[in-house]
Every structure is written in C-alpha cells, then in structure tokens.
C-alpha cells in the first residue's frame, strides 16, 4: 500500500558544546531523508545583522553534504565566502573571519528524528538557530554530492540505484571541498522527473561579489536547470538533469563546463504520490491567494520566494539581493534565507529565520515586501493568506509533493553511459 509523503519540521539552536545533539519530533517515526537550514540569527534578534546561511541534507552518514555562504556586515569593501563539504550536513561561515564556525555531520537515525554530532559548537552568547526538516513516506531517498563535468554539454552520471521523481540541488561553484573560500556563489533548485520523457527544473541563484567598494549582488531563477554555478551577473554554467531511469540520472554541464564544480543532491523516490514544479506568482493585494492547477492535493509545498518580475532573467538591483526558502506542511510553516543590500557602502548584510510565515520576502536592505500565511491543502493546489504584498507581481520556483499516482512510464535510452561518476 502506497504512503504519503510525511515531513517535520523543527526548530532548534546550536549547542554550546561540541558533541552529540538528537533532534526529534515525537510520533514522527523514523526518517528517511532530511534537510538542515541554518543562519546567523537568534530566537530574539531575527533578523539579525551579518549574513550567514548553510544548507544541507542528509539521508545516512556516508551520504550527506552542506553548502553554505556569508557576507561580512558594516564593511568598506565587501568581504564574501562560500564553502561546500561532503563530510558534514551543517557549515555555517563565519561572515568576519570567511571559516566554518559551526559545524555538525550526521550520526545516525533515531526513534522520531536524527542524532547529529556537533564538531564546530556555538558560544554561550551566539546559539544561532537551525531548522530541521524530517521526512519519510518515500520508498527511496538518496543525499550525495556530484562533481560537475569539466566539458560544456558533458555529463556526470549519478547512480542511486533507483528512479528519482525528485531532485533537491545546492552549490557554491566550488572545485574543492574546503573550510571556506572568497565570493557568495549561491543556487539552488529542484527538478521533477513525470517518469513519461520531462523533466521539470528551476535553479535560482544569488551572488554577492567579494571586494566591491560598493556592495554588487546580482539574483535570478532559470526555468532550464536544477542548479550550477551563479556568479557577477551570470549563470557561468547550468546544471540540467536528463535521462532518468532505475540506476539514476544524468547531470549535464550547459552554457559552458562545469569546472568540475560540487552540487548537493537529495533524490527522492516517492511511494504513489505525485509532484510537481512549477513557477508561483505573488498578489499585488493582501487577503487569500490560491494556487490552482496542480492536479492533486499537496502534502509539502518547497518554495524558493525571492523579486523576480521575469523567469530567465538576471537583476543587479535591490530585487537581487534576496534570496529565500520557504517550506509549508498541513501544520507547519517555516522560511529562512538572507540579504545583501544592493550598492551599499558600508555594506548592509542580514539573516533571519521565520517559523510562523510560510513566505516572507525582504527586500535587499532588510525591509519586508512580501509576508504570506498558510491557509489550506486544496484538491488541486494550496491557498495562503498575503498579510504583506508588493505592488509588483514576484515570480518564484515552486515544488509540491502530495496525494496521487506517479503517472507515466519512463523512457529508458537505448544507450546509457555511466562514467565519471562523483558522489559520497
């Protein structure tokens, strides 16, 4: 009998000591799959100066990774980090110093959660908050990291010996798996495999270029990949998957080689239910908003809120300096991302975390534009609340897991190399 997609979602803070630290949530049952968000925010400062973001998942302590970036706050010049690691699920930059500050790997499983263990602690002063999201109802799910083809229009194979119907990806455009390095390169996406030949994506991307007398982001979502590389105004190169079957899928480098660059994936095969990628416009009015079409009543709704007015296109403005995710359960609600202020000097950088907001988008310098609650699960889509909304419709990649037949039967090529394969 098929199960439906269960998720969690749980706050919690960064421990003072280093060691084992168990997040849990009672009645869940064992996960499968999980994501970490984590920023340099307190539960009674959010949002809070300096910006700082990790995100990583986990589904076992050989298959996890996290990708995360900084931005020094008050600065003259703009000081920007990223760092990737596949040996970790949290790694959270110093936005001063550029190193990892706080750190934590996977241990294992637990009854209702996941024990993880903590190498990096926080101090007593700073015990910035971290949002778990648990997941289970799947019949497989796979985290890893996959290094980018070298070659334009090369691929990478990536085997996780089953079908994926769902992809989450990360990156921070990183050829080495470090303890930190120069430039915010953030993206970060989805991808739906309808088992039929199509393959839905959306990658959205943000970049906050290092040693600027005067603060330059740049931000946009695509429509033709899951992720790449997002740097100084342009998509450097783009990740899209293609050819999914029951070994994997493919991840081609586009628009140029992939420098053999690290992307963070959690694949996911679900167990009956149906997904769905599309793109979310926002209200210009407060009051109800239903999104409609989807065909089937979700169960978790993954959003990427940001003030794109197009698809396809890259701002270098106040709309660029933003970015978010926004994750949306029947009972649960919760968003987090970060800001760099658009032509500041000093620079103007923040991080915040919002656990009873589905959707809230601030614009570059901290003030917020777009503030959505959850209302309903609809039978064939979701309805939220605007309690805030912009004169200007925003568009932003959306994934919706729910109720309902994986329909299709996947098209298997004839020939199918498996080579240069990455992944931990």
Known sequence: MAANIQTKVVQTTIPTSTGNQDITSAGFGTPQAVLFFATRTLSGENPRDYMAWSYGAATGAANEWAAGIASEHNQATSDTFRVYRDDACIALLSPTAGSVAEQANFVEWITDGVRINWSNAASSSFQWQVTVVLINGLTNAQAGSVVANASQDGFTAVSTGFEPDVVLMA??????????????????????????????????GFSDVDGQPATTVFGGFATDATCGQFHNGAWSWKADLESFDGDGFDMYSRGAGGGSDYVGYLALELDGDSAKVVTVTSPTSMGNEAVTGIGFQPEVIFQYPGLAAAADTIYSDNTAGTFQVSVINPTEEWSGGGQSEDAADPTNTQSYQDIANGVVVHDDDGVNLITAVFVSMDAGGWTLNYTTADGTPRLWPALTIGAGAVGGVNVVPLLRHRRQMAMR
Request: charged share 10%; hydrophobic share 40%.
């Open 171 to 204: 990156s921070t455009g990183q050829n080495a798996i470090g303890t930190g390095g120069a430039q915010a390169i953030w993206a970060m996406g989805v991808a739906h495999n309808n088992r039929a030949g199509t393959i839905t994506q959306r990658a959205d």
